[in-house]
């Protein structure tokens, strides 16, 4: 099937950096992407949809200079945490569309961000 | 909006019983797409299941099946057999033809006894 990969898989960081996390579809060509954000024991919650050559589309109370998204090309998209804080720790996963797959999103395996 | 309910926030079978997770889900549309998604402890999310509203058939996986219910809004999932490696958290989610988002529920935690 198709693979999406992210990297890292945790991070630690203090606070005020900035923490960049990759997300790219390895045997598929993804015009879109998404971000998305989980909370323990919860579900997952859309953050953005990244367009591959366009701005990333933010869902309402998303904060986009904090959470800047680029899909610079259609095997990768990043989504930098800026000036990150310790409510920002979370589990982050993408997602990417195979065209060729009905459309399905097929996830990352998340990445854990822990900010100190 | 489209809304997806799981009203079964955690379950627990022994292994090899058959169990029946629930799902409901509210649109007004007529051409949307359901799912099951797994999320076993290493949090990868798995596609278990998917549904085209404009097919009758039920759709199967080996020891997964689904009971949708198009007038019901009604999609639940039947795990036969059931594994220890079943245990995981299950999302139902709901996806319309028009547009790519998913619209995920709550989810519920399954647990398979040995």
């Known amino acids: 099937g198709a693979v999406v990969s992210q990297h890292p898989s945790w991070v630690i960081c203090k606070s005020g950096t900035s923490v960049k996390i990759e997300c790219r579809s390895l045997?598929?060509?993804?015009?879109?992407m998404f971000w998305y954000r989980q909370f323990p024991k919860q579900s997952l919650m859309l953050m953005a949809t990244?367009?591959?050559?366009?701005?990333?589309?933010?869902e309402q109370g998303v904060e986009k200079d904090k959470f800047l998204i680029n899909h610079a090309s259609l095997t990768l998209s990043t989504l930098t945490v800026t000036s990150a804080h310790p409510e920002d720790s979370s589990f982050y996963i993408c997602?990417?569309?195979?065209?060729?797959?009905?459309?399905?999103?097929?996830f990352g395996p998340g990445t854990r961000l822990t900010v100190l | 909006a489209q809304t997806v309910t799981q009203s079964q926030p955690e379950m627990s079978v022994q292994e090899a019983e058959t169990v029946t997770l629930s799902c409901t889900y509210d649109t007004s549309e007529s051409n949307y797409y359901l799912f099951w998604y797994k999320q076993p402890p290493s949090r990868q999310m798995i596609l278990v299941i998917r549904?085209?509203?404009?097919k009758q058939q039920n759709a199967t996986e080996n020891r997964f099946s689904v009971n949708f219910q198009k007038a019901a809004k009604s999609f639940s999932l039947k795990i036969s057999d059931s594994q220890l490696g079943d245990t995981a958290m299950y999302f139902c989610?709901?996806?319309?033809?028009?547009?790519?988002?998913?619209?995920w529920g709550a989810g519920t935690k399954l647990i398979i006894k040995p």
């Open positions: 997602s990417a569309r195979d065209l060729d797959r009905y459309n399905e999103q097929f």
């Open positions: 045997d598929f060509q993804a015009t879109t």
């Open positions: 549904q085209e509203a404009y």
């Open positions: 990244s367009n591959e050559g366009s701005k990333a589309t933010y």
């Open positions: 989610a709901f996806r319309m033809d028009s547009n790519y988002q998913l619209i």
